[in-house]
């Protein structure tokens, strides 16, 4: 596609609930990020994949937390038993590459997931 | 001590005045730096890239990079009420293919 896709635009869900995100990346970036951003607050990094893999996943809050990518392109970030502060906008993005230094880092955004939880 | 430091504003001035925003970084492993905008409800959208030293400008935006100061600048000329926005700094590190964002500076161009 054009840009990075993310579905549903907006999740109500009901404390303890189980919730998937989905992210669609640019077509052709292997490098995909997941963050979350709370009311009036700054950018929270949860992971980032290099492909399918994710080196590193010590930025997600907890174990209820988890992503995977799968054929190189499209990323689920999964929230179990969702709880009340897992409300926030999850917002997604994609770049080229993870190459130094370089204009392939450059990492655009998806219009972002608004998850409450009630 | 967070790794991407911005000055947190909120930061008014006048339509046609030149904004400045600043940003320091503590990773030096940081190669790549990027400033986005943030309207209010809205994702943040990439309007510049620095990767050398110096500055680099695009029309009225013009970033400036000093890495041996760990220390990340946009300036902002003749601004315009549709500059009103939050201005994130960024910076991938390749340590750790971490993205990295500040806080955010929220700039108001008063009309």
Redesign the interface.
Known sequence: GAGVSQSPSNKVTEKGKDVELRCDPISGHT?L?W?RQSLG???E?LI?F?GNSA??KSGLPSDRFSAERTGGSVSTLTIQRTQQEDSA?Y?C?S?LA?V????N????????TRLTVV | QKEVEQNSGPLSVPEGAIASLNCTYSDRGS??F?W?RQYSG?????IM?I??NGDKEDGRFTAQLNKASQYVSLLIRDSQPSDSATY?C?A?S?N?????????TTVTVRA
Do not use: C, H, M, N
């Open positions: 490098a990020y963050y607050q700054g950018l990094f980032y290099q080196p590193d906008v917002l993005a770049s993870l130094r230094g370089d204009i880092t450059e990492a655009f955004f998806g219009q972002g | 190669q790549s990027f986005y809205k994702s943040p959208e990439l890239s990767y050398s994130l960024a991938y390749d750790d293919y971490k993205l990295s964002f500040g806080a955010g």
